[in-house]
């Protein structure tokens, strides 16, 4: 019985090292054809006039916080701040 336990257990940690629930989640979308599009990614630091993003290779510089945030939900795009 307690080698079950820890089977058990082991499944778990496993599964979620390897973002299993994920996978099933992405496989049963494609399969029902209801796969979301997932967002682009833009890099967006600090300078000193403002903030700067990096998308899809080119650079858009930007003055305030807030524009960063109204730019990124326009273009769909999930940002990940550096530098801060």
């Given at each position: 019985?307690?080698?079950?336990?820890?089977?058990?257990?082991?499944?778990?940690?496993?599964?979620?090292?390897l973002?299993?629930?994920?996978?099933?989640?992405?496989?049963?979308?494609?399969?029902?054809?209801?796969?979301?599009?997932?967002?682009?990614?833009?890099?967006?630091?600090?300078?000193?006039?403002?903030?700067?993003?990096?998308?899809?290779?080119?650079?858009?510089?930007?003055?305030?916080?807030?524009?960063?945030?109204?730019?990124?939900e326009?273009?769909?795009?999930?940002?990940?701040?550096?530098?801060?």
């Amino acid at each position: 019985m307690k080698l079950a336990h820890e089977l058990d257990s082991l499944r778990e940690r496993i599964g979620k090292t390897l973002h299993l629930d994920y996978l099933k989640q992405v496989s049963g979308a494609m399969r029902a054809g209801k796969l979301q599009p997932v967002p682009e990614w833009a890099i967006v630091y600090r300078t000193a006039h403002g903030f700067c993003c990096i998308y899809q290779g080119e650079a858009v510089e930007l003055r305030e916080m807030l524009d960063v945030q109204i730019w990124a939900e326009e273009m769909d795009v999930q940002t990940w701040f550096i530098g801060f």
